[in-house]
């Protein structure tokens, strides 16, 4: 009778704490799982080494070495080889993340990757030579231009907007060379105009900028083009902003630009996408010529679609157990942990009692459920006994065979031990009617 009282005492207690104990033990569960398949090091596809690309990727590693997950940087020939390397077939081969330029990724080629959102302005700078007339890309026909290596995202652009001009290879003289190259043929003359797409501060740009023989050429149609591929943008670098001194550039001049995003592929631990966040977000966050104090990183994505931790990740504050607080006395993996189970087990233990009034009825229900079912026996077993008491000899071979079913029935019975003193009353009650139905019958 203990036991029953107690169960019926604190069973909305017991019954909180067996739910508690159950998810503290899922979480355990989880935080050895996720602590033994937490990637140690990731591989990260940038650019060549003289673009901001690789510079970027040299940052992210010293970003996340600070949590012990090492970064390899890949030095690529640009953002096609990058898409190439997140979908390589062969494991080996493939990189985890990458700065992809926009425009690059469709739908066909992105079903096995995520976004992290845009990062930084890339414009499509185009300079020429001092003598080579007229803006815009009409006026590159004839012209010996250097459009970027095979496998970059500046060839790629290049060629795409150079054919709505209808500009190709059999109108003018097209050379694939790396960014340095292009630089040194452009400056001694041997080409005409080279195509970049790179940050403001890279060191190629800012060279070009301040050459002597060299100018900047803007895009007269760079409206119509932001309207032609949503990936491109409209920005303007204002007359002087390069050297005020000697006015440079003296006019402003209207670029294009798009706008390099955080991709990596559908299997890389959540925890490491929020550490590449956050790396982000220190790293991107500053201003710059084209972009405000922390427009980087946004949230922006179309092909692919933002990861379920870019999501969570910029929505408005950070979850409560990431901010810096916890992250400066919890591994980041502990702390994402936390962040995914306890709220569930905070929110699970609050419903709980909330419902616990509304759970008190429990027991007695359970009490009343066991006993019903030795009190129903004993009310067949009264009702025989008064059919003993008015029958006769006769009726005495029936009554016996239906306490030997009534006796079956007992036996048959399971309940919890707290109730088996009514089990055993009744079976003691079934042979004090059968010794009677002796006498009787005698």
Known sequence: MAAKGSLQNHGSAITISVTVAALIALIAGSAVWMFLHLPGNIVMATGSKDLAYYEFGKRYSAELAHEHVEVQVKETAGSLDNLRLLRHPDPKQR???????GGIITPENSSDLESLGTVFYEPLWLFRRRGVGGEGLDSLRDRRIAIGPDGSGTQALARQLLRRHGIDERVSDFHNLATEEAIDQLLAGKID???MVASWDAPGVQQLLHAKDIILS????????????????????????SDLTNDQPPTDVVLIATKASLVVRKDLDPAIQYLLLNAAKQIHSGQSLFQHANEFPSAEATNPPLSAAAQQF?????PFFLNNFFKNYL?????????ELLFPLLILVGTLGVLSPFMRPVPFLYSWLMRRQILRLYGELMFLERELETGDKDTASKIAAELEELERKANHIRVPAAYGSMLYMLRH?????RTGL???AG
Do not use: C
Not at 95 to 101: G, K, P, R, T
Not at 218 to 229: I, T
Not at 314 to 318: D, I, T, V
Not at 429 to 433: E, G, K, Q, S, T
């Open 95 to 101: 990189v985890s993340v990458a700065l992809i330029q």
């Open 193 to 195: 105009a080279t195509f």
């Open 314 to 318: 910029y929505k408005p504050g950070l």
């Open 429 to 433: 009650h079934i042979d004090l009617v």
């Open 438 to 440: 002796r006498r009787h």
């Open 331 to 339: 591994p980041f993996w502990a702390a994402e942990l936390i962040n």
């Open 218 to 241: 803007g895009y007269p149609e760079a409206d119509a083009y932001a309207d032609l591929y949503p990936y491109l943008h409209k920005v303007v670098m204002h007359r002087g902003v």
